[in-house]
């Protein structure tokens, strides 16, 4: 591990999911904030897209007067407009919000002298990567802005570009202001994910996949070359876990100097006298969703099992859930116990359902089931989402009779959903069991979070938080830990849905006193991931990149 008592005076940390959420980097930097700016000791400001002019975002403060005077040099002077206040967050940290949206008339010679300057191929670009790069530009050139304007060239200056969507700002602004320290992080390779999301298998033939080649075959080259090129040339690259270490080695021909592996701050669990009854809460509020779908009665002993996180398919193991949930319900040994397990993935929501929604807002007491009682809101793509169609062709009708029946969540849990409205967090409470077996996945957040509220959880030594599990217990975890680290290959399919099933199965056979004391020691595992022990290796990275910085002016 390197280290370093350098530290530096000003972190600028740039993402596309400031004040923006969508996934898992949301959860990082939004979850560091607090401890990050208590442990550098420096400036952090965090730098995202202003895609929210006009429309109201819960997640951003505005502060027309922090920084005024330079905000109008930059939108007079640079002609970059930026937005300032907080994020609110944990430690609610100053945010720039930075309107990128001139840049696209500048498209072609941006990109021309990204190819002069650092061999960036952008030619082959679709999809989602000019939003991206022009965001990316706009940031890095609001941070040469303010560094003109307010900082003195003695400080000591980081710039902190995570994954690809940030890496052409972070290469100009080095060479434009070579004086700020340049930091990368990769959340998960683009070709990486890729080869995953498309079916090939990654791990058998992984020291012979090349990533160019693939970036190629697979129609990445463009992201693929930013991510390469912003990994060979900033002054420290890094990702999150050892797993994606060896994929950054093996596809992007960089072996990481420093692992920043991601932490999780418990500001977000109520507080130890209010647990048991927001825990109990939250199980009533699933229950009652539940039966007035299902024209059910399940009540307190009905277990609780579920999933989440990104949709992606295979990637996150949400085939494998359904199927270990089938043979669980085909030759499983649950016996009568009333199981229902949620899919919480957000997918192409239309709306919520009507039916369902006036049952749960009017507390309607009719029992008779709804139709199509396998999804909580409608979809755009009914008959062609995955899930959907993955429940039907196992046979999965949750008739009432069933005794095992599997309800597909697919919104945003933020509290206004129109059926549950509460948050992800404050239904996960009320979990008994979370899965989540995921075939490519660099850290795992959703099962560090199942930790932290104390849900025993079941994850993959495909995943590096699954691996951490396994390296912090010194042996492969079971279910009696508190985390259960199943053991996934391209080939063990079959081994790995039993082994799940049998999971569950073992969690049924548990009485009141075992399941209290293996979700304590969830808990217990969850509190070795807290930032305050993890921040260090972020103040590392930077150390090592100013370090790296000072050697260029010797």
Excluded at 152 to 157: P, Y
Excluded at 457 to 475: C, E, I, M, P, Q
Aim: net charge negative.
């Amino acid at each position: 591990m390197v280290s370093s008592k350098v530290k530096a005076n000003w972190i600028f940390s740039v993402s596309w999911e400031v004040c923006n959420k969508i996934g898992g980097i949301y959860t990082v930097l939004s979850t560091q904030a607090k401890t990050l700016q208590e442990e550098s000791g420096a400036k952090l400001i965090y730098i995202g897209p202003d895609i929210w002019e006009g429309k109201n975002n819960p997640l951003f403060i505005e502060d027309r007067q922090l920084y005024a005077q330079w905000k109008d040099y930059a939108r007079d002077t640079d002609g970059i407009p930026v937005r300032t206040g907080y994020w609110n967050v944990p430690g609610r940290p100053i945010v720039f919000l930075v309107d990128f949206m001139a840049n696209y008339s500048l498209r072609n010679e941006i990109y021309g002298r990204a190819w002069e300057l650092f061999k960036v191929n952008s030619i082959h670009a679709y999809g989602d990567y000019d939003e991206a790069s022009m965001f990316s530009y706009a940031a890095a050139m609001a941070v040469k802005s303010f560094y003109n304007f307010s900082i003195g060239h003695e400080d000591k200056v980081v710039y902190h570009a995570h994954e690809w969507m940030t890496g052409l700002g972070a290469l100009f602004l080095k060479h434009s202001i070579p004086q700020i320290s340049t930091v990368f992080t990769t959340h998960a390779t683009s070709v990486g994910r890729s080869i995953c999301g498309n079916g090939k298998a990654l791990y058998e033939y992984f020291n012979g996949y090349n990533g160019d080649q693939m970036a190629c075959e697979l129609n990445m080259e463009a992201k693929h070359s930013i991510e390469k090129q912003t990994a060979h040339l900033v002054d420290c690259f890094t990702t999150v876990s050892d797993i994606t270490a060896r994929e950054c080695t093996q596809l992007l021909e960089r072996t990481p100097d420093v692992i920043t592996v991601n932490g999780f701050e418990d500001g977000f669990l109520p507080a130890p006298d209010r647990f048991d009854s927001v825990r109990s809460d939250a199980r009533r509020c699933i229950l009652s969703v539940a039966n007035k779908l299902f024209g059910t009665s399940w009540g307190e002993e009905t277990v609780i099992v579920a999933t989440g996180g990104r949709y992606e398919y295979r990637n996150k193991g949400l085939d494998l859930f359904i199927e270990s949930m089938r043979r669980l319900r085909d030759g499983g040994k649950s016996g009568d116990a009333h199981i229902l397990a949620l899919i919480n993935v957000p997918a192409w929501v239309m709306e919520p359902r009507r039916d369902l929604q006036d049952r749960v807002l009017m507390h309607d007491a009719d029992n008779t089931p709804l139709p199509m009682p396998l999804v909580t809101h409608w979809l755009h793509n009914m008959g062609e989402d995955r899930v959907v169609c993955a429940l039907q062709a196992q046979g999965f009708r949750n008739a009432p009779d069933d005794n095992i029946k599997v309800l597909f969540v697919p919104c945003y849990l933020d509290g206004s959903d129109g059926i549950f409205n509460r948050s992800y967090y404050d239904l996960l409470i009320g979990q008994d069991l979370a899965v989540f077996p995921s075939y490519y996945e660099p850290w795992g957040y959703t099962p560090l979070e199942s930790s932290a509220f104390s849900v025993p959880t079941v994850t993959s030594d495909l995943a590096g938080f699954g691996l951490w599990v396994n390296s912090l217990l010194k042996h492969e975890a079971m279910l009696e830990d508190g985390i259960k680290v199943v053991h996934r290959t391209d080939s063990n399919w079959n081994e790995a849905a039993d082994d799940i099933c049998h999971q569950i199965e073992k969690w049924i056979g548990k009485d009141a006193s075992e399941r209290e004391a293996i979700r304590k020691k969830a808990g217990r595992i969850a509190k070795k991931a807290l930032w305050k022990h993890f921040v260090r290796y972020y103040l590392d990275a930077y150390g090592f990149a100013i370090e790296k910085t000072w050697k260029r002016f010797l």
